[in-house]
């Protein structure tokens, strides 16, 4: 089983930007955030992908998978990051550990 981490939990403070996190802007057609969720995509060894985004964006960040990605929401996992960029790390490892141990218990 290959599983991939994003950590994806910043708000865009370094960038000056208020409203709109820097990961969910715009580049092309699509925002940043699933340019790259797409190059994890295709990579069909990979089972799982876990998205750790800042709270405040979780249901967005479900939004944007469900519009561009819908046939792949099944591999996707968005996960509440943490205060800062180590916690986000530990939280979105303890959501992959906790699907682990769920699909060991289904397989």
Excluded: C
Aim: glycine share 10%.
């Amino acid at each position: 089983m290959i599983y991939a981490g994003i950590l994806a939990g910043g708000t865009g403070t370094r960038m000056g930007i208020s409203n709109l996190p820097k990961q969910f802007l715009e580049l092309g057609d699509r925002p940043i955030l699933i340019h790259t969720i797409e190059k994890f995509v295709l990579e069909p060894s990979i089972e799982k992908i876990v998205v750790g985004v800042h709270g405040d964006w979780v249901s967005h960040a479900e939004d944007l998978v469900e519009k561009y990605l819908p046939l792949h929401k099944e591999r996707i996992i968005i996960t509440k990051g943490g205060a800062d960029r180590n916690t986000s790390i530990e939280k979105s490892l303890k959501s992959l550990m906790l699907l682990v141990r769920l699909l060991q218990r289904i397989s």
